[in-house]
C-alpha cells in the first residue's frame, strides 16, 4: 500500500524558513520518543504546545493540529498520547511542499 502524501502550499516568503522549521519539528518527534520513553507527560505538553503554536504560522496546519491532540493528551495522562509519536512520523515523512 502507498503511504498518504500530505500537500502543504507555503508562502514563497517563507521558503527560506521551511527548511528549519521542519528540522525543528523532527527535533519535537525526537524529543516525544524520548518523553515517551520516560511516560514525561510534563514534557510531553511542552512539546505539544509548542507545535501548536507552531504550525499555523507556516502554514502546517496538521502540525498544529497534533501538537493540540498532544498538549490535551498529556495534560490528561492519556497514554494514548504516545501513539500520535506514529502520527506525526507519518506526516512529517510523506510532506509535499509547495511554495506559491
Do not use: C
Not at 521558503?15 to 519539528?25: E, W
Not at 518527534?29 to 509548542?50: P, V
Amino acid at each position: 500500500m502507498t503511504p498518504t502524501r500530505y500537500n502543504v502550499r507555503v508562502s514563497e516568503e517563507l521558503r527560506h524558513l521551511v527548511p528549519r522549521f521542519l528540522a525543528n519539528r523532527r527535533l519535537d518527534l525526537e524529543q516525544f520518543h524520548a518523553a515517551a520513553a520516560r511516560s514525561d507527560f510534563e514534557a510531553a505538553r511542552h512539546i505539544g504546545h509548542n507545535m501548536k503554536g507552531a504550525g499555523g504560522g507556516y502554514g502546517f496546519d496538521e502540525i498544529t493540529r497534533l501538537g493540540d491532540e498532544i498538549e490535551r493528551r498529556a495534560k490528561a495522562a492519556d497514554p494514548g498520547l504516545w501513539a500520535l509519536g506514529d502520527a506525526l512520523a507519518d506526516y512529517l515523512g510523506n510532506l509535499d511542499v509547495t511554495f506559491e
